[in-house]
């Protein structure tokens, strides 16, 4: 399967390519929160549409697809340590997001006292020459003979998957000049007579956003039903539930599992569309 757009949580990389086959072709394709940019990148590289909006509340995650699309992640494989991260979380978004825990971009991956174990484990993985490689790998054979028990956490390293994810977003040639961004509300976002528009929305009424000011806020549920309502542009909505005496289910996409405040839980993904858009 294919991966898209950023690792992020919430992700519809999964999902992706079924909800690009559900959307009309032609014009613009306006993604109005774009998170990790999955339904953006799969749209690109769909030929469906001529040009590409992403927008999100958070100034950095559009920004963090474009650059990435633009190869400005391609290898950067440069290991960051604890201190590193810490002085440089709240001024790079990239280096935030990769080196923390479920990239949320506060605190960093692994404990403090794992962090040498892992930095040998990282540059034994990335490192360019088989002597550089040899090197490293004796000493990590030395962690793990001294302490076993981080052979099954070592093998989950996060890091350099993402760190993979980011720079094969440019692995496709895509036209990066077709993707204009923007980082403000949905409903600012300025939109053509041609095209479609897709909302991955905060689910279900109990999720927070965060903005660029760092504060966590609800979303409006009611103002989105009533602005989707008053489009000419058809609006696509990826939600588990929306109200039925207002909105339609169109597709059913497949089963999503989020994990929050140590739970776990299951829901059904589907696609939605305002009832006024099939009537």
């Not at 360019?128 to 099954?152: C, G, H, M, Q």
Request: charged share 25%.
């Amino acid at each position: 399967m294919t991966n898209y757009g950023l690792p992020y949580r919430g992700s519809k990389s999964k999902f992706a390519e079924k909800i690009i086959s559900k959307l009309p072709s032609g014009g613009v394709f306006y993604d109005l929160f774009c998170g990790g940019g999955a339904v953006t990148h799969s749209a690109m590289r769909s030929g469906k549409w001529d040009l590409f909006v992403m927008n999100d509340i958070n100034t950095a995650q559009s920004q963090l697809f474009k650059n990435a699309l633009e190869g400005k992640y391609k290898n950067a494989y440069d290991w960051v340590g604890l201190q590193q991260f810490n002085a440089l979380k709240n001024k790079d978004a990239f280096i935030a997001s990769v080196w923390s825990f479920n990239s949320n971009k506060r605190s960093y991956f692994v404990a403090k006292d794992l962090e040498e174990p892992y930095e040998i484990l990282h540059k034994t993985i990335v490192c360019e020459t088989p002597e550089e490689r040899f090197s490293y790998f004796r000493k990590l054979a030395r962690v793990l003979k001294k302490n076993p028990d981080l052979i099954d956490n070592m093998i989950r390293n996060p890091v350099v998957g993402r760190i993979a994810r980011y720079s094969g977003v440019s692995n496709i040639a895509l036209d990066s000049s077709k993707l204009k961004i923007y980082s403000c509300d949905y409903k600012e976002v300025p939109l053509t007579e041609q095209g479609v528009i897709y909302c991955d929305i905060p689910y279900s009424r109990s999720e927070l956003y965060k903005g660029d000011d760092g504060e966590r806020k609800k979303f409006d549920y009611e103002d989105f039903y009533d602005w989707c309502e008053q489009q000419t542009l058809p609006v696509f909505i990826s939600e588990s539930n929306m109200p039925l005496d207002r909105f339609d289910c169109i597709a059913i996409m497949g089963q999503r599992v989020s994990a929050f405040a140590g739970t776990v839980a299951t829901a059904t993904e589907k696609l939605w569309v305002p009832k006024h858009q099939i009537t």
